[in-house]
């Protein structure tokens, strides 16, 4: 069963910046979501990023903000979160799956198989 571990989690200010790290027990191509948990709120997708990296999806509200990328060669996937924003608060998990999926299914956290146990995120002054 393939596990993963999320990190890099932390408290930080407005407008600061944190890098989220996926990583997997094994050799993986498969997709990566992120999604979090805010307070009081239903888990939403926040991006995906396809095996090899060629098609990445973001949620409105970070585009332009937050970038995914992967290292298949560490078994690895990112997200960097720029001027994050007290909205952007809450647990953030990584998923995964090996369906390749698209702009109108990336989001469903019913698409993936396994997820980590999640890492805080905080933004606030």
């Known amino acids: 069963q393939l596990q993963l571990v999320e990190s890099g989690g932390g408290l930080v200010e407005p407008g600061g910046s944190l890098r989220l790290s996926c990583g997997t027990s094994g050799n993986t191509y498969d997709t990566i979501g992120w999604f979090r948990r805010a307070p009081g709120k239903e888990r939403e997708g926040v991006s995906c990023?396809?095996?090899?990296?060629?098609?990445?999806y973001y949620l409105d509200s970070v585009m332009g903000r937050f970038t995914i990328s992967r290292d298949n060669a560490k078994n690895t996937v990112y997200l960097q979160m720029n001027n994050l924003k007290p909205e952007d608060t809450g647990v953030y998990y990584c998923?995964?799956?090996?369906?390749?999926?698209?702009?109108?299914?990336?989001?469903?956290?019913?698409?993936?198989?396994?997820w980590g146990q999640g890492t805080q995120v905080t933004v606030s002054s």
């Open positions: 990023i396809s095996s090899t990296g060629d098609s990445e």
């Open positions: 998923a995964s799956t090996s369906r390749r999926l698209y702009g109108g299914t990336w989001y469903n956290r019913q698409n993936y198989d396994y």
